[in-house]
């Protein structure tokens, strides 16, 4: 019997990488009409694929302005006759997270419109320990027009992205949201997406599939902390349909949560008096059930958000919700995880599942 080390992708076709015949390709910039980005709020004006400005007074933390280039809800669409669909991409560094896949921290994923609804086609297969890649993400039959959206990575920055598309195929401009006001979600390492097994499966894009709307994704990995200074910049987003705040696991003090969640609301609600506020209180966790201490501080923490809201409605705020995380998992809320807390792509179903209804009903 050989001890040797296996490899999957010489043994199952289904795992090889894809090796590009450049021929009677065209290479596209999705930054150039007709295709369209969303999911960045400012890219109309710095042109990189960033989730906030590039301003260099921007009053952040260096961890914050360092996620900020985590590309986490960013998509691109558009409608070809294409029968092959080809990217080619230049990170801003490889894969290093020890408990997220690859795919989902660096990669692309496809999905193609059929019936009016989205369906997921492919996921970018590249060698993970490189920082530029090519791949071929479609490959269909006949040159119907077909509607594409592509996913950006959820963790790894992208300096670079180029679209090929077959030389012979044409191009158009895509099919619109159904809205052109945005859902922005403010948050913590879960509302960035990890631990997604690929982009696709984080749920605020799971939402944004379901509602056809645009996402903004303001998750920031450990630092989502409810700063006043998030607030003021959040509050600079055009269009927006409705605010979810669901930082509550990174703030460093349950005291901290107190101070910093009426403060958000207050400075979103000069600008934005009547778009809808939804705040969130973490889902259960793994320890939960064990950590007699943790679980205190996740009851505390949950009354504090209840009672915040509560208290903003009797003083005549229109519009402003609150939401229990423990509902988000359901009963086997351990087994959604891949280490008792970031959510696995079940997790992030069941997450966008109980969310949309309540979505649905505050819009």
């Given at each position: 019997m050989s001890n040797k080390g296996i490899d999957a992708q010489k043994l199952d076709k289904n795992m090889h990488i894809d090796y590009i015949r450049q021929e009677e390709i065209k290479w596209y910039s999705p930054k150039e009409s007709p295709f369209k980005i969303s999911g960045f709020s400012w890219f109309h004006k710095d042109?990189?694929?960033?989730?906030?400005?590039?301003?260099?007074?921007?009053?952040?933390?260096?961890?914050?302005?360092?996620?900020?280039?985590?590309?986490s809800g960013g998509q691109i669409r558009f409608r070809t006759q294409s029968k092959k669909i080809l990217l080619k991409v230049k990170l801003s560094g490889i894969a290093n997270m020890v408990h997220m896949p690859a795919t989902g921290q660096c990669g692309f994923?496809?999905?193609?419109?059929?019936?009016?609804?989205?369906?997921?086609?492919?996921?970018?297969?590249?060698?993970?320990?490189?920082?530029?890649?090519?791949?071929?993400?479609?490959?269909?039959?006949?040159?119907?027009?077909?509607?594409?959206?592509?996913?950006?990575?959820?963790?790894?920055?992208?300096?670079?992205?180029?679209?090929?598309?077959?030389?012979?195929?044409?191009?158009?401009?895509?099919?619109?949201?159904?809205?052109?006001?945005?859902?922005?979600?403010?948050g913590t390492s879960i509302t960035q997406g990890g631990c997604a097994s690929r982009p696709g499966m984080s749920y605020t894009n799971i939402l944004s599939r379901k509602l056809n709307m645009e996402v903004i994704n303001l998750g920031f990995s450990g630092n989502g902390k409810g700063e006043p200074e998030m607030a003021e910049i959040i509050s600079g987003i055009e269009n927006p349909a409705l605010l979810v705040l669901d930082y509550e696991p990174n703030c460093v003090s349950t005291q901290s949560l107190k101070e910093t969640l009426p403060k958000f609301i207050n400075i979103y609600r000069k600008k934005h008096p009547d778009i809808p506020i939804l705040v969130i209180s973490r889902p259960l966790y793994a320890l939960d059930r064990?950590?007699?201490?943790?679980?205190?501080?996740?009851?505390?923490?949950?009354?504090?958000?209840?009672?915040?809201?509560?208290?903003?409605?009797?003083?005549?705020?229109?519009?402003?919700?609150?939401?229990?995380?423990?509902n988000l998992l359901g009963e086997d809320y351990e087994e959604c995880t891949v280490d008792g807390i970031h959510p696995t792509d079940l997790g992030f179903i069941k997450i966008a599942n109980a969310l949309e209804p309540i979505i649905k009903k505050i819009i």
């Amino acid at each position: 019997m050989s001890n040797k080390g296996i490899d999957a992708q010489k043994l199952d076709k289904n795992m090889h990488i894809d090796y590009i015949r450049q021929e009677e390709i065209k290479w596209y910039s999705p930054k150039e009409s007709p295709f369209k980005i969303s999911g960045f709020s400012w890219f109309h004006k710095d042109k990189v694929y960033r989730r906030l400005p590039c301003s260099k007074g921007l009053n952040i933390s260096m961890e914050v302005d360092m996620l900020a280039n985590c590309t986490s809800g960013g998509q691109i669409r558009f409608r070809t006759q294409s029968k092959k669909i080809l990217l080619k991409v230049k990170l801003s560094g490889i894969a290093n997270m020890v408990h997220m896949p690859a795919t989902g921290q660096c990669g692309f994923d496809i999905y193609v419109e059929k019936d009016h609804k989205f369906y997921y086609y492919n996921t970018t297969k590249y060698d993970h320990t490189k920082d530029e890649y090519e791949s071929v993400l479609f490959e269909g039959k006949g040159n119907m027009w077909r509607d594409i959206l592509i996913n950006f990575p959820l963790y790894q920055g992208v300096e670079e992205i180029l679209i090929g598309i077959e030389s012979s195929a044409k191009v158009d401009s895509p099919l619109e949201f159904s809205s052109n006001k945005k859902l922005i979600f403010y948050g913590t390492s879960i509302t960035q997406g990890g631990c997604a097994s690929r982009p696709g499966m984080s749920y605020t894009n799971i939402l944004s599939r379901k509602l056809n709307m645009e996402v903004i994704n303001l998750g920031f990995s450990g630092n989502g902390k409810g700063e006043p200074e998030m607030a003021e910049i959040i509050s600079g987003i055009e269009n927006p349909a409705l605010l979810v705040l669901d930082y509550e696991p990174n703030c460093v003090s349950t005291q901290s949560l107190k101070e910093t969640l009426p403060k958000f609301i207050n400075i979103y609600r000069k600008k934005h008096p009547d778009i809808p506020i939804l705040v969130i209180s973490r889902p259960l966790y793994a320890l939960d059930r064990f950590d007699k201490e943790l679980n205190k501080e996740r009851i505390e923490r949950f009354t504090i958000q209840r009672e915040t809201v509560e208290y903003f409605n009797q003083k005549g705020y229109n519009n402003i919700y609150f939401y229990s995380g423990e509902n988000l998992l359901g009963e086997d809320y351990e087994e959604c995880t891949v280490d008792g807390i970031h959510p696995t792509d079940l997790g992030f179903i069941k997450i966008a599942n109980a969310l949309e209804p309540i979505i649905k009903k505050i819009i």
